[in-house]
């Protein structure tokens, strides 16, 4: 009998962790610990790519050694590239479009800048869309001179679906 509870107590006690352990998986996929679903290896400039509402165009980009800005010119620490881009919510309800990043060849991930000084038709860190609207503007990097890969999301925290438009290396304007 003492035989018999001791198997059962080990049996009741695997099936507990083995509970444990599938409830730990479902939580943690639940909260998106997953990747991003990558829409299509890569796109280029002209190309509409959606991410789930948002619709993305890169019209074009520019490298810039120096902003004209009031009252003297900006100077970058590295170089600024400008990329116009347009944006559409095509979905059916109001949705914000997050901040991009570039993305060099070596990994390396760079945000945009939160000073649009000297950028005309700055497209701005707040861009809230609502249905079938767009933004139409230029975002500014300061990044050092290299070819990228800008990253396209819908910001969403779970599911997030990304895309990435090719920007090629150019030399930077002179002033």
């Keep these: 009998m003492l035989k018999w509870r001791i198997m059962m107590y080990s049996s009741n ?9 599938v409830a730990v998986t479902a939580v943690f996929g639940a ?8 829409l299509r290896a890569e796109y280029r400039a002209g190309d509409p790519v959606k991410t789930g509402a948002l619709t993305y165009t890169v019209l074009e980009s520019s490298w810039k050694s120096q902003l004209d800005a009031f009252p003297a010119p ?4 590295r170089n600024f590239l400008l990329i116009h881009v347009l944006v559409t919510n095509s979905g059916g309800t109001e949705v914000s479009a997050p901040s991009l990043k570039l ?7 760079f ?15 707040l861009r ?9 503007g230029w975002i500014l990097f300061d990044v050092p001179t290299n070819a990228y890969k800008l990253r ?3 910001g969403a925290f779970e599911g ?11 030399i930077p304007d002179k002033p």
């Design 13 to 21: 006690r695997v099936v507990l962790l083995a509970s444990a352990a």
């Design 31 to 38: 909260f998106g610990c997953g990747k991003p679903q990558q």
């Design 74 to 77: 900006r100077v970058p620490d």
């Design 103 to 109: 993305e060099n060849t070596s990994g390396d991930t």
């Design 111 to 125: 945000g945009e800048s939160d000073n649009g000084a000297g950028v005309d038709q700055w497209l701005g860190l």
């Design 128 to 136: 809230r869309l609502s249905p079938a609207q767009s933004a139409d």
């Design 152 to 154: 396209l999301s819908d």
């Design 160 to 170: 997030e679906k990304v895309a990435y438009v090719s920007i090629p290396l150019s």
